[in-house]
């Protein structure tokens, strides 16, 4: 009985130890097609995983609009069926201190393609704050509204 008792407390301290870190929070997506960007509020949630964490952005008024990555632990990022890597451009890394105290880092496609998407803007803790699509929308995710921020992101992409 001992026995079945000490592995049962074992078991739970492991199970316990395993659980993976959950956060949710909202974020303010201000999406450019044209000068005059479209505000959207977007449910965003992190999960780290062993390995990996994964990324997701659901929009409240339509669930159909989702971005979805994962961050490896050896800085790529899946985006889609795109993988992406830390960019080597001279403008990496890059700062927003309204944003976060860390800094922010271009990540572009592995193979390149003319019409793809890229380059990405992101910290592994602030997840994603730009997206720059050449032939669709271009989208900033902000804690807050503020629409002069989001154009110096943009400029930045």
Do not use: H
Not at 95 to 115: G, N, V
């Amino acid at each position: 009985m001992k026995r079945i008792l000490s592995l049962l407390i074992f078991l739970t301290f492991i199970n316990c130890s395993d659980k993976n870190k959950q956060e949710n929070i909202e974020r303010n997506a201000f999406i450019y097609t044209s000068d005059n960007p479209k505000e959207e509020i977007f449910e965003f949630k992190i999960e780290e995983k062993k390995g990996f964490s994964t990324y997701k952005y659901v929009s409240k008024k339509d669930t159909s609009k989702t971005v979805f990555l994962n961050f490896t632990k050896e800085n790529q990022i899946f985006f889609g069926p795109d993988e992406f890597e830390l960019s080597n451009n001279n403008n990496n890394p890059v700062s927003f201190p309204a944003i976060s105290d860390k800094e922010f880092y271009f990540y572009e496609l592995k193979e390149y393609m003319d019409d793809g998407t890229g380059p990405l803007l992101f910290n592994q803790e602030y997840g994603l704050l730009g997206i720059y699509n050449s032939f669709g929308p271009r989208i900033i995710f902000l804690k807050d509204s503020d629409k002069e921020l989001s154009s110096q992101v943009l400029k930045a992409l």
